[in-house]
C-alpha cells in the first residue's frame, strides 16, 4: 500500500473464526523505513496495547473481533510496518492479556 509522506494510513485486521469466545487486541506496532531493521531505526505505534506515537489513534470496534487504527506516515519515502496482534480468549484469566499488562498491580508511594 503506499502512500505519500505524512499522509494517514488505516490499519484494520479481522479474525474470522468460529470460536466464538475470540478477541483481538494490538499488542504492538512498529514503523520503520527498512524492512529488514525493525529495531535500529524504528518508531512505536503501539507497545504492549499502549499508544506511543501521537499520531496514531485506534478506532472502537464492536464485537472485539476487529481491531483498526489510523497513524500519520513519516518522513521518510517508505514506511514498513510490523504488528503483533494476539487473539486470546476472552474468558480466560490465564491467558497472556490478563496475565501480562492489562493488569497492574498496586505500586508503593514511597
Not at 15 to 32: A, G, K, Q, R
Not at 38 to 64: I, K, M, W
Amino acid at each position: 500500500y503506499y502512500v505519500e509522506p505524512n499522509q494517514d494510513s488505516f490499519v484494520r485486521a479481522t479474525l474470522y473464526s468460529t470460536e466464538p469466545n475470540l478477541m483481538l487486541f494490538t499488542d504492538t506496532c512498529v514503523v520503520s523505513p527498512n524492512p529488514h531493521d525493525f529495531t535500529t531505526v524504528a518508531s512505536d505505534l503501539v507497545r504492549r496495547e499502549c499508544v506511543r506515537d501521537p499520531t496514531c489513534r485506534s478506532y472502537y470496534s464492536p464485537g472485539q473481533r476487529v481491531v483498526q487504527f489510523k497513524f500519520r506516515g513519516s518522513i521518510y519515502p517508505r514506511v514498513c510496518l510490523q504488528c503483533k496482534i494476539l487473539a486470546c480468549n476472552s474468558y480466560s484469566y490465564s491467558s497472556q492479556r490478563y496475565l501480562g499488562y492489562r493488569t497492574r498491580g498496586k505500586r508503593s508511594t514511597s
